[in-house]
């Protein structure tokens, strides 16, 4: 399996900066990754999908890019809001049937 | 988007009994579900992948006789805690693979705490 890192530390930014969230991966490059936004004793929320031919993708104030030379993927909120305050997770799958490993999360907090 | 419920959201149970969680796709069929398990600070860990009308696939690590999965509908799976032991205690996730848009959702998953 893979292993999967993520900035363990919260991260704390001002509101209407931008933040920028790592995910590395040790092993084989996969087909996509995905982002996921996860609130205090919540399910995920899927948030963003790249596949490994997209070296960036955007929806509204994200933007993933994704480097498989690198090994690495990185999530960015522009014009962040206190509302953006959550746990980001990173997913890869681990086969085409739908199952993923997740990595531990970065913790967000916006302050106004 | 689709719709993933749990049922219950939070659970208060002694140690040795048996605990029962359901998960339901509200408005899509879901040939496959998974059951994820998360410790405070740490990631969702895959315990099993459940398959409509066939058995389940487990884990490695993951007891199959003390999880029970049951996948009897395209919108229902269960997953039961059997003899539940204070390490049980977890928030468990759900989700589930829409059948026809190939779509994975999660439920709000539920937060089991045995005494």
């Known amino acids: 399996s893979q292993k999967i890192e993520q900035n363990s530390e919260a991260l704390n930014i001002q509101e209407g900066k931008t933040a920028t969230l790592t995910c590395n991966y040790t092993?084989?490059?996969?087909?996509?990754l995905q982002w996921y936004r996860q609130d205090p004793g919540r399910g995920p929320v899927f948030l963003l999908l790249?596949?490994?031919?997209?070296k960036e993708k955007r929806k509204e104030r994200l933007k993933v890019t994704f480097d498989t030379t690198l090994k690495q993927s990185l999530f960015h909120i522009t014009a962040s809001q206190p509302a953006d305050s959550a746990t980001y997770l990173c997913?890869?799958?681990?086969?085409?049937?739908?199952?993923?490993?997740f990595g531990a999360g970065t913790q967000v907090v916006v302050t106004p | 988007g689709a719709v993933v419920s749990q049922h219950p959201s939070w659970v208060i149970c002694k140690s040795g009994t048996s605990v029962k969680i359901e998960c339901r796709s509200l408005?899509?069929?879901?040939?496959?579900m998974f059951w994820y398990r998360q410790f405070p600070k740490q990631s969702l860990m895959l315990m099993a992948t459940?398959?409509?009308?066939?058995?389940?696939?487990?884990e490695q690590g993951v007891e199959k006789d003390k999880f029970l999965i049951n996948h009897a509908s395209l919108t229902l799976s269960t997953l039961t805690v059997t003899s539940a032991h204070p390490e049980d205690s977890s928030f468990y996730i759900c989700?589930?693979?829409?059948?026809?848009?190939?779509?994975?959702?999660f439920g709000p998953g539920t937060r089991l705490t045995v005494l």
């Open positions: 989700s589930a693979r829409d059948r026809k848009y190939n779509e994975q959702f």
């Open positions: 459940s398959n409509e009308g066939s058995k389940a696939t487990y």
């Open positions: 790249i596949r490994e031919n997209e």
């Open positions: 408005d899509f069929q879901a040939t496959t």
């Open positions: 997913a890869l799958p681990t086969d085409s049937w739908g199952k993923f490993q």
């Open positions: 092993n084989y490059s996969p087909a996509y």
